[in-house]
């Protein structure tokens, strides 16, 4: 239960719980008007547009329903909800007030959908806080449930740790929902499409822009965009978009942290005998967004999924169902991915092959053939020169990130350890974007600090988190909780640190 357990919700997202415990489509038909035989059709909404207003929404705290947050009331409220978040986000010195808006956008196929965004503003007289304030655009990670929300910083971790380490800290935030989320009417969520993730972002930020005067929110003019796991994947995705968007969005810079942006070379390392923590639900959500996105991945689901699973699996997550009840339900495994005599399989990886397996040996092994066929990762500076065959392999070279050249200062942050993630995502990236001559900045956070390292306190922070970590729970609880209680909240205050000195120049 291991693997599919560590992804429960939020997946490839924060969980503060073992770290802190240590130191954790939609449009509306109707009919006929009465009295209009036929009535010229509505004009197609404009992409970015609002669905209605902006909604302040009300913490409750002490007792209290409040819609700004004092520095003060914000800090003990953070603290109650998760005790050591000021030891890694620092106190707070700005109000903070949440707002959700609901905007129009596209699904994978180009069709018009919705999807919801929170808007976390900052106030108060100190220089900090006052007069305009850079906007950060922040992608959050994956969630099994579709009621996943970032304005709601009572119960959502993440949200709560953005508001903490950037908005406490004068940055305005946009976070999208992202379509499928948050009370999206798009009845999939488009995963790791990069076309998809980084449109939609961009229609989240012009949304919540059109709001920012009736909010309070003073825009500087200055935009950074980040984010963590299938977050960081995103923020991304979102800066090549804006960077295809011509003049309409001029990014100060970016930042991505522990995201599969290699995601033609996760796929082949997965389907090659190495998987990861979480990849009975990864793989069939990739599958599911380039079905939805014309991406003819099947025929039927049985073309790719054992026949215990075929006929549920569509749209499955996200849901409403959490990990362990998507296991106990039969609805996914919890690890086996691939047969148990399914071959190759890598040394440290037997936990993902065995007995009521979720993808087909048949299905493996062609896209194992085309691999061989067609090699991809020839060099850094052209590793998606491969030109496959294969339709899932395909579409994970045509959302690969490694073909665009950031135009700003770009930070990529991540963990060496990361059993979800794997670092290569990271490392592989800077070197295709260093080939390339762009202005990168690798982070390791599991790394030494030097006395010079401008790094030297978030690294400093997670080493001693680790190292307790492990004194009171073992390394099976480092691992466990590597990816989205240990890197996640240290790379979040790295890249606040990265932001700020470039805002600073």
Not at 52 to 73: E, I
Not at 333 to 348: I, K, N, V, Y
Not at 389 to 403: E, G, Q, Y
Not at 415 to 434: E, I, M, S
Request: aromatic share 8%.
């Amino acid at each position: 239960m291991k693997s599919l357990r560590s992804l429960s919700t939020p997946v490839f997202s924060l969980g503060l719980g073992i770290l802190l415990a240590a130191c954790s489509g939609g449009t509306t038909t109707g009919g006929t008007p009465m009295g209009v035989e036929n009535p010229a059709p509505l004009p197609a909404p404009t992409r970015g547009s609002l669905v209605g207003q902006a909604a302040s929404v009300a913490v409750s705290v002490g007792g209290n329903s409040l819609t700004t947050l004092s520095p003060s009331v914000l800090a003990g409220f953070l603290e109650a909800a998760q005790t050591g978040t000021l030891a890694v986000a620092g106190q707070p010195q700005c109000a903070v007030s949440v707002y959700r808006v609901h905007y129009n956008t596209v699904g994978g196929a180009g069709e018009l959908s919705d999807a919801s965004a929170a808007i976390f503003v900052p106030s108060g007289t100190g220089p900090s806080c006052s007069n305009s304030r850079p906007v950060l655009l922040y992608a959050h990670g994956t969630s099994l449930q579709k009621s996943y929300d970032m304005a709601d910083i009572a119960n959502n971790t993440e949200a709560r740790l953005a508001a903490a380490v950037f908005a406490a800290q004068g940055f305005i935030v946009v976070a999208p929902n992202y379509a499928g989320y948050g009370g999206s009417s798009l009845g999939y969520h488009p995963y790791l499409d990069r076309v998809q993730e980084g449109a939609d972002m961009l229609d989240a930020l012009r949304a919540a822009r059109s709001t920012f005067t009736g909010i309070g929110a003073r825009d500087s003019g200055k935009l950074l965009v980040t984010g963590y796991s299938q977050g960081g994947y995103v923020a991304l995705a979102a800066q090549r978009a804006m960077q295809e968007a011509g003049s309409e969005f001029t990014l100060a810079a970016a930042a991505g942290m522990s995201g599969p942006y290699a995601i033609a070379r996760f796929g082949d390392e997965l389907f090659g005998g190495a998987p990861r923590d979480g990849a009975t639900v990864i793989v069939p959500t990739i599958v599911n967004a380039a079905q939805h996105a014309n991406a003819a991945i099947y025929r039927t689901p049985a073309d790719v999924y054992e026949a215990q699973y075929a006929s549920t699996i569509v749209d499955l997550v996200p849901g409403t169902l959490g990990a362990s009840d998507l296991v106990s339900q039969g609805k996914l495994p919890a690890s086996a991915l691939f047969a148990a005599d399914s071959m190759p399989q890598r040394p440290g990886y037997t936990q993902y092959f065995g007995a009521n397996n979720l993808v087909r040996s048949d299905y493996r092994a062609a896209y194992l053939a085309d691999a061989a066929a067609h090699p991809c990762e020839q060099s850094a500076a052209a590793p998606l020169d491969c030109a496959p065959a294969h339709p899932l392999r395909k579409w994970l070279v045509r959302n690969d990130l490694r073909s665009y050249l950031p135009a700003a200062p770009t930070l990529l942050c991540g963990g060496h350890d990361d059993p979800t993630v794997p670092y290569f995502n990271t490392t592989a990236t800077a070197a295709y974007f260093r080939a390339r001559g762009a202005s990168i900045v690798e982070l390791d956070i599991d790394d030494t600090p030097s006395l010079s390292d401008p790094f030297r306190s978030a690294k400093a922070g997670f080493v001693a988190a680790r190292t307790l970590l492990r004194a009171a729970n073992g390394d099976g609880a480092v691992a466990s909780s590597y990816h989205a209680g240990l890197v996640a909240p240290f790379c979040m205050a790295a890249t606040r640190d990265y932001f700020q000195s470039i805002l600073a120049r």
